[in-house]
Nanobody, 115 residues
Framework: QVQLVESGGGLVQPGGSLRLSCAAS????????MGWYRQAPGKERELVAQ???????NYAGSMKGRFTISRDNVKNTVYLQMNSLKPEDTADYYC?????????WGQGTRVTVSS
C-alpha cells in the first residue's frame, strides 16, 4: 500500500516553469514505477511521464524536451520539472505509483498556464 501526496501546482505564465513534487509513503520499496498523468477540462487523462525503479524514463511526445521526471530516493519523492509551459498544459496533474499489479493515485494538483 502506498500513499502519494502531490504539491507544487499553481498559476504560471506561458513560457514559465514549475516543479511538481510527489512524496510517497508506505511500501515504497515495492513500487515498480511512478509517473505523472494529467487531465485537462473536458479531456481524458493522459500520461505525461514515468520513471521505473531502474531509472528509465518515458515521456509523451509533446512533453519530451520540455518536461523532466526525476526521483530522489532519500526523500522518497518524484518530481516533474516543467519548462516552456503552454496554455494547453493547463490541467490537473496526478502522481501515480504501481505495485502488486495495482495503481495508486495522489489527490492531484492543479496547474494553470495563463497570461
Amino acid at each position: 500500500q502506498v500513499q502519494l501526496v502531490e504539491s507544487g501546482g499553481g498559476l504560471v505564465q506561458p513560457g514559465g516553469s514549475l516543479r511538481l513534487s510527489c512524496a510517497a509513503s508506505g511500501s515504497i520499496f515495492s513500487i515498480n514505477a511512478m509517473g505523472w498523468y494529467r487531465q485537462a477540462p473536458g479531456k481524458e487523462r493522459e500520461l505525461v511521464a514515468q520513471i521505473t525503479t531502474g531509472g528509465n524514463t518515458n515521456y509523451a511526445g509533446s512533453m519530451k524536451g520540455r518536461f523532466t521526471i526525476s526521483r530522489d530516493n532519500v526523500k522518497n519523492t518524484v518530481y516533474l520539472q516543467m519548462n516552456s509551459l503552454k496554455p494547453e498544459d493547463t490541467a490537473d496533474y496526478y502522481c501515480s505509483a504501481v505495485l502488486s499489479y495495482r495503481r495508486y493515485w495522489g489527490q492531484g494538483t492543479r496547474v494553470t498556464v495563463s497570461s
